[in-house]
């Protein structure tokens, strides 16, 4: 992948970007990887040599570098602190792995394992499905490596856009610029079902690949799609009566409203596909080479839906 430097920051920014340390060892997929939708994986490793990154949108894999040497420092001369070890399996026929930033043997047979992440206030006050995905994948390797038995899984987040007056004014924002964040640990018999099902799905669209057909798309899910909506419409009107959050309600409304007026009801649903984030929003890398994405934006739907 080529680095650009399109907003000339110096040098020694540009270097350290390009000095990624980041490493998935000889296995197919990394649990980054495996956690990923199979179409950003499989056109990131068809197009590798073709794409392309500025600097200044690899400050966020920057900055967790620099945690990861904090980390170090911070963790030196507690031996039953282990970092960064790269744990591996064989799923279904490919080797899989995963670096876990820490794990912490707690003396009684049980370890912890937690992760680091520079994040914004947002992230620790949503639902983060693939922050519990990533983790538990990660318990699952190391019980699959070491017979390691998980007591707890952790996000150590540090935030970015904290401010110190709005944790003064609103008891349900994050007290400190540091957050601790449980998450839920699941059996071993889940994270296994998880990992072999998402094995599975990019060995799947990888064979669709190599025998010609078309790459599976990606979800709405995946692509982050947000501000979908169902218009409550009236004939003669150009806007919306209600804008409604799903088909349901808007659905029961017009019904509602038809009854309401008798024989001649004039009111109907529109559904509004929400924007693709993820696509739309330059946080897919490979957005350029994506025939979904860029067929949505021909036909002017700008929903990755065409
Ligand atoms: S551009 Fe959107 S649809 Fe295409 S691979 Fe990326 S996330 Fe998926």
Redesign the pocket.
């Known amino acids: 992948m080529r680095i650009t430097n399109k907003h000339g920051v110096p040098e020694t920014i540009v270097r350290a970007v390009q000095d990624d340390e980041y490493d998935k060892g000889d296995s197919v997929l990394s649990v980054t990887q495996l956690i990923s939708?199979p179409?950003?994986v499989i056109?990131q490793s068809v197009n590798q040599h073709n794409l392309e990154v500025d600097v200044v949108n690899r400050v966020p894999a920057l900055l967790g570098t620099a945690v990861h040497k904090i980390l170090e420092k911070g963790s030196k001369d507690l031996p039953h602190y282990h970092l960064e070890e790269r744990l591996f399996d064989v799923v279904r026929g490919w080797k899989i792995s995963g670096a876990v930033d820490v794990q912490i043997d707690n003396g009684d047979g049980t370890w912890d394992i937690n992760d680091y992440k520079i994040t914004s206030v947002y992230s620790v006050q949503s639902d983060k499905p693939e922050w519990e995905q990533q983790l538990n994948c990660y318990a699952y390797l190391a019980y699959k490596n070491h017979g390691r038995r998980l007591r707890s899984l952790k996000i150590v987040a540090i935030l970015r856009d904290w401010v110190r007056k709005q944790a003064e004014l609103k008891p349900d924002y994050p007290q400190s610029q540091i957050a601790v964040v449980d998450i839920p640990l699941w059996t071993f018999e889940e994270q296994e079902a998880f990992v072999e099902g998402r094995v599975l799905l990019h060995q799947a669209a990888q064979k669709a690949v190599d025998s010609g057909e078309p790459l599976v798309?990606?979800t709405d899910e995946?692509?982050?799609v947000r501000g979908e909506t169902w218009a409550l419409m009236k004939e003669g009107r150009k806007s919306a009566v209600k804008l409604y959050d799903n088909q349901e309600d808007a659905t029961r409304a017009a019904k509602e409203l038809g009854e309401s007026i008798g024989l001649n009801p004039g009111h109907y649903v529109e559904h509004r596909h929400g924007s693709?984030i993820?696509?739309?929003g330059n946080?897919?890398?490979?957005?350029g080479?994506?025939?979904?994405?860029?067929r949505s934006l021909v036909q002017g739907s700008g929903d990755?839906s065409g």
């Open positions: 939708p179409r950003i056109l798309y990606c995946e692509r982050w693709p993820r696509c739309a946080y897919c890398l490979v957005a080479y994506c025939r979904q994405w860029q990755g």
